[in-house]
């Protein structure tokens, strides 16, 4: 199982930008989804999750500003990142829990993608 994430880059404060991570490989079900940041010198931290039956939740910090969502058919998720502050600048990288058999899943990570926000 592979994920690969898109759509990082550049913005100013107050835009916008979207993730992307697809996976691809031997895929039976994906549970949860989510979305991970870490900022330099910082941990990684946990921005937003989805869940299999498409209960989001966000950290306090991007409550309102950041939507997540899935696509299932495409085995894809996104992030959806509004009104973005120069403290959201981190790599982002998306985890997904899969199964490749109904009893065997496990944790897969992006390879990550930097977001920067200039002031």
């Known amino acids: 199982v592979q994920l690969v994430e898109s759509g990082g880059g550049l913005a100013q404060a107050g835009g916008s930008l979207r993730l992307s991570c697809a996976a691809s490989g031997t895929i039976y079900t994906i549970n949860n989804m989510g979305w991970y940041r870490q900022a330099p010198g910082k941990q990684r931290e946990l921005v937003a999750f989805v869940s299999r039956i498409n209960t989001a939740s966000y950290a306090a910090s991007v409550e309102g500003r950041f939507t997540i969502s899935r696509d299932n058919a495409k085995n894809t998720v996104y992030l959806q990142m509004d009104s973005l502050k120069p403290e959201d600048t981190g790599v982002y990288y998306c985890?997904?829990?899969?199964?490749?058999?109904?009893?065997?899943?496990?944790?897969?990570w992006g390879q990550g993608t930097q977001v920067t926000v200039s002031s």
């Open positions: 985890k997904m829990r899969i199964a490749d058999t109904e009893v065997n899943a496990d944790d897969y």
